[in-house]
């Protein structure tokens, strides 16, 4: 029994040494197979195929009056009509009731200064002017008087009823009384005048707008000297800046060569870079007669047909001048594409979008032409990128180097 055991414990040489040799070639077997499915699968990917160069595109939107655009420009939006407002009188800003982007109507107080001392100075005028008035009428009263008694002794005198010289002192005192109503009625003028002056002198105190506006700039604040001509070194010569945005235009230079394509009344587009989604229509409203030597350019003006309140002084535009005013459905922009991106294939057009460093042939609808763009309804959105003049053998998947224009 134990000999039978030990027999069965012993290993078969041929076992020992044959089995890792299997093993071997079945690993190997195995690997060769894998590598050959990985370098299938990279050659259908086009791992090993080289990149086509293209050039492409990308779709973009294109507004349709730039299909008859003369001529670009630009420049600033600037207000025609505006003010620094400030007071002709001398004195300290005590009360401010506006502040940046009020909106204020022609003749509206804004702002004040002190004005005791020329309140004080009107009562006085005031007082003057009645007293003025009280002597006038005293006057008044002896004229009358005086006429009464010289009537008289003109009449007394003719008859021999009473002396040359009694006569004589009747008239004196009628011309003396006439005299001093005259001088009263003078004096009164002057109080009058006076009192008026007194008024003009407080109503310089109140500030008041010149026209209807916009505050662009608050310039003083309450406790400050405010001074026609600023001439102290604290004050302040104006309290607000303001504009009538009603006046808004935008100023552009054209240069000398590209002047004769403007003419007055010229329909045009204005974009502002701070909107950029936005187009405005104006019209050639000016052309400044005179150029400016060191840019050899000439200041057009163009208005806003519309007025629209997002619109401020000093916002950057562009111009577009046109050869007809843009149509209502030409107000939109529309999608376009290059024409050399389409191709036919079939009854139906197609272009290649690029996907990565891939393309994918995309059916496409297209519109009517564009300037030398070409409008698409559907199939492609605007910033993807197209293939240009699209090889015959360019095929969806196909890897590409792109040179973008």
Known sequence: ?????????????????????????????????????????????????????????????????????????????????????????????????????????????????????????????????????????????????ATLEYRRSKELVAKGYIAQTDFDSAEARYKKAAAGVAAGEAAAK?????????????????????????????????????????????????????????????????????????????????QLDALPESRFRGKVHMIVPTADRTKATVLVKVAFVDKDRRVLPEMSAKVAFLERPVAAEEEKPRTVVNPSAVIAKGDKKVVFVVRDDRVAETGVELGPPLGDMVEVLGGVKVGEKVVLKPSPKLKTGAKIKTAVQ
Do not use: H, W
């Open 190 to 270: 002057a109080s009058k005048a006076a009192l008026q002056a007194a008024d003009v002198a407080i109503e310089y105190t109140l500030i008041r707008a010149p026209f209807d506006a916009v505050v662009l700039t608050k310039d003083a604040d309450i406790g400050d000297m405010v001074t026609p001509f600023g001439a102290a070194a604290n004050a302040k010569a104006a309290v607000v800046t303001i504009a009538d945005m009603s006046s808004l235009q935008v100023e552009v230079d054209v240069s000398e060569s590209n002047i004769e394509k403007v003419k007055v009344g010229e329909p045009c587009e204005i």
């Open 1 to 145: 029994m134990p000999n039978e055991d030990l027999s069965k414990l012993k290993i078969e040489k041929s076992a020992a040494v044959s089995s890792p040799r299997k093993r071997k070639k079945l690993y190997r077997a195995v690997a060769a197979v894998l590598v050959l499915l990985l370098l299938g699968v990279l050659y259908l990917k086009g791992v090993f195929t080289p990149a086509l160069q293209v050039e492409v595109a990308s779709v973009s939107e294109m507004y349709p009056s730039q299909a008859f655009t003369l001529l670009n420009a630009s420049g600033y939006v600037v207000a025609q009509r505006k003010a620094a407002v400030a007071s002709k009188a001398t004195g300290r800003l005590v009360e401010l009731s506006v502040e940046e982007g009020s909106r204020v109507k022609k003749g509206e107080v804004i702002a004040r200064l002190e004005s005791g001392d020329v309140a004080a100075a009107k009562d006085q005028a005031a007082a003057n002017l009645n007293v003025s008035k009280y002597s006038l009428d005293q006057a008044r009263a002896e004229l009358r008087d």
